[in-house]
Each structure stands twice: as C-alpha cells, then as structure tokens.
C-alpha cells in the first residue's frame, strides 16, 4: 500500500517521521508531499506517485495566512483540490486541531477545516472527547471517527541527565521550577499564567522556554515577566539538547492552553514522568488519567496554587510512565492506523 502524507511538516516536528517509519513494518508505503502549492497539488502527486490513499494532517498548509486575492486563490484551490482527491482516492485524515491555531476567524479557514474532515472517509483523533468535539462542531459522524493515541515523542529527546546536573548546565538555582516549553505562540496561554505568578506569588520559579510566534508577542511576554523575580524566559529556537536540559531541570510542567485538540508536548511530559499541571477544562487531552503525575486544575487562582504544591511535591518518576508509553508507542499506533487504512480501501 502507498499512502501520501501531506503536507510533508517533517521539520520540526518529528510526529509524521515517526509514524511512517512504523507504518514501514505494516507494508506500507509514505510518499511526503511536497510544499510546492501548485493548482491541485495533493490530486497531482497521487497520479505522479500512484497512491492507493491520502493522508492530510495540517490542512492548513494548503492554505497559508495571506490577505487578499491570494489567500481567496488558494483556498478556493484547496477546496477543489480536496473534492477532486476524495473523489480519486479514500482520504484519511488526522485531527490534529479543530482549526488552525491563532486563525480561526479567518475567512474560510472553518469551512476549509470542516469539509477536509467531511471529505475524509475516516478521521483520527487523538482522544474519545476530540472525536465528540468533532461531532459537535462539524457533525463529523462516530462512524468515521477512529481513537488513536498520540504517539510517544521521548524517543527523539536525548536523555535526561539528573535534576542537579541540568541546573548547573543552566545555570540555575535550587528553588523549584515550573516550565512552559515549545512554540510561544497566543494559544498557549502563556500570558495568563505570568499573571497568575506575579498576582498570587506561587511557591516555585517559572521558565518559559521556545520559539516565539512572531517578535512583537515575544516583547508582550518579556514585558509582562519582567517586573516578577521569579519568572524568567528564554524565548528562542530549542536544540533538542536544550530541550532535553529543561525538561530534565523542571519540577513540574505547566499547560494552559486556551482551546487545543491534543498536545504532543503534554504526552511528551507524560512519557518522560514528569509532573504535569493542566487545566481540567482541557478534556481533549487525555493522559490515562487519573494518574499520580497528572494534576488538573479549575481555575487560575488559589486552586491553580494548590494543583501546584501537589505536583511539587512528586519527582520526575519514568517508571510511572512505563503504561503510558507502552500505549502510545508508534508501533502500536502504526498497528491502529493501518487498520484505518485497510478500513476505506475499497
């Protein structure tokens, strides 16, 4: 079986390497498409590579934030180009979010989101409330939906070296450390967070670590960290070794994502044993819950204060992850994607 991944989002972002070196053992074929937006690219390069399916992850690279008559042109391609490959091939794809972060009241962006799940003869999600979101929102029926977990990120993070070893790399000091780590981008809820810090004086530092979104949000977080002593950020590209050191330096690890459909990071905290705080609201992204490392709280407040003493006092623990990552390992998720695969073949 030949199967095209679009868009080829490798770089950066290890989730469809991953996956196709598993789907490999299954006899199965990736072909990565391309990010040439060419009028039907997707339906071209299932004749040019003669595949049996497509699989779309990120929609939204077909579509890239632009104004004017070039963001209708290629929307409107997109959509035709769409219609043309489900009519060719079975379309599988992969709900990765609901709608693409930080656009979504972008003209078109939710008709194109919505008709790429409706167009698809199965749609993967990454949980049991993300596919009842999807049935909410876009009346994507139970039928065509498929549960499958996340797959396992701690392979590609270099071991973590001890607590005391990554500090002094760091050059940081004993208090405990809460992190917020990857793309710094508005839907993070970062903001809120420093807020919360520089309102409530929570008993740990926070470091908020990555790439921001674009330099103005970067100066709106440093602006609003500045003023607190206990808050520091290093808001730039992370090496998989400065990665590595962070995530083996936290005490805990703190999400706050305003609306998400799943979060590779969150199972990547949860594969390494980490602590983790979230907020319960956040019912999309399911972590074998309940669990001991695991603390959800309901609101940015005392009761966020209180999560955070509770998840302080654990330790980084992998051996409490063992389940975890035996359940999202990409061989078992490569085992559960073929089987969507071989689904809607005719």
């Known amino acids: ?94 709900a990765h979010n609901l709608l693409p972060h930080n656009r979504g009241q972008e003209w078109m962006v939710q008709k194109l989101q919505s008709d790429t799940y409706s167009f698809s003869s199965a749609v993967i999600v990454h949980s049991y409330a993300a596919g009842q ?36 790399r760091l050059n940081l000091g004993y208090d405990p450390l809460c992190l917020m780590f990857g793309a710094v981008e ?44 206990k808050i520091q950020t290093a808001l730039g590209w992370l090496s998989s070794e400065q990665l590595s050191l962070w995530l083996a330096a936290a005490d805990c690890i703190v999400f706050n994502y305003t609306a998400v459909m799943t979060s590779g990071a969150a199972c990547l905290a949860r594969s390494l044993g980490i602590p983790i705080l979230l907020p319960t609201r956040l019912s999309t992204i399911e972590l074998a819950e309940p669990h001991e490392l695991v603390f959800r709280f309901d609101s940015l407040d005392e009761h966020f204060v209180m ?25 078992n998720v490569a085992a559960l994607t073929s089987r969507v695969y071989k689904s809607v073949l005719p």
């Open 1 to 94: 079986m030949k199967v095209l991944f679009a868009p080829d989002w490798r770089a950066g972002n290890d989730y469809q390497s991953l996956l196709s070196k598993s789907l490999g053992d299954h006899g199965i074929d990736v072909v990565f498409g391309n990010s040439n937006r060419n009028i039907l690219h997707l339906t071209s390069l299932i004749t040019e590579h003669g595949c049996d399916m497509a699989h779309i992850h990120w929609p939204e690279a077909s579509f890239p934030k632009s104004r004017g008559l070039a963001s209708a042109a290629e929307k409107a391609n997109y959509w035709i180009d769409l219609k043309l490959l489900a009519s060719t091939v079975p379309v599988v794809s992969t």
């Open 133 to 168: 979101l999807l049935l909410q929102q876009f009346g994507i029926p139970n039928k065509r939906i498929s549960v499958i977990p996340h797959g396992d990120l701690s392979a590609t993070i270099r071991p973590l070296l001890d607590r005391e070893q990554a500090r002094n």
């Open 186 to 229: 508005p839907y993070k809820g970062i903001e809120s967070i420093i807020n919360l810090w520089n309102k409530y004086d929570p008993p740990a530092n926070l470091a908020i670590v990555g790439k921001p979104v674009t330099s103005k949000f970067a100066a709106s977080i440093e602006a609003i960290a500045r003023p607190s002593r």
């Open 307 to 331: 999560c955070l003493k509770l998840a302080l006092n654990k330790s980084r623990t992998p051996a409490l992850a063992e389940s975890w990552r035996l359940q999202t390992s990409w061989t």
